[in-house]
């Protein structure tokens, strides 16, 4: 009874793990650019297991993608926003190390916005589909200016009983 206590625990630990990180995505960086730069956008993924499929999105694109990368395959021109065609690409097809950052060329204001990397593993395939992985908030700064192109960002969860009402972005500027 104790063994069969002890498994049961054990699986309520991990499913709600699993839905702690469905309601609790990836905290976001914040990365800024100059308008006709090329930019990185910074995502790595954990884990020993081979990465099958990388979807980089924006919320704001509804069913195209920025980016959709299947090893073995390539890129999915088809299903690609046209804004990105020939600008968006992985930074290391090979995904070596887990590296599955975005790099946007001749950035434009109309990427301003926030990104998400999604990724699918092999034993994940048929399971669960594509694991939000990095979410990162790309901002264009004007041209000519000399800031960090790296913002730090952090969030403060909170518990209550009421609705959210607001919403407080805090921001330090560090000038030399």
Aim: proline share 7%; hydrophobic share 35%; net charge positive.
């Amino acid at each position: 009874t104790q063994i069969l206590w002890s498994l049961s625990s054990m699986w309520s630990l991990i499913t709600l793990t699993f839905d702690l990180f469905a309601l609790f995505p990836p905290a976001e960086e914040v990365i800024s650019a100059e308008p006709g730069q090329p930019v990185t956008l910074p995502c790595k993924a954990n884990g020993s297991e081979p990465v099958t499929a990388v979807e980089w999105n924006r919320a704001d694109l509804e069913t195209e993608h920025v980016l959709l990368y299947r090893r073995g395959k390539g890129e999915d021109p088809a299903s690609q926003n046209p804004s990105y065609k020939n600008r968006a690409s992985l930074k290391d097809e090979q995904m070596k190390d887990g590296d599955m950052s975005l790099v946007l060329k001749n950035v434009k204001p109309n990427d301003t916005g926030t990104y998400q990397c999604r990724l699918e593993k092999q034993k994940q395939k048929q399971a669960f589909g594509f694991k939000p992985v990095c979410s990162v908030q790309l901002v264009l700064r004007p041209a000519g200016t000399k800031e960090s192109n790296r913002h730090l960002s952090s969030s403060l969860l909170t518990q209550s009983h009421f609705p959210a009402l607001h919403s407080v972005t805090y921001q330090r500027s560090m000038k030399n």
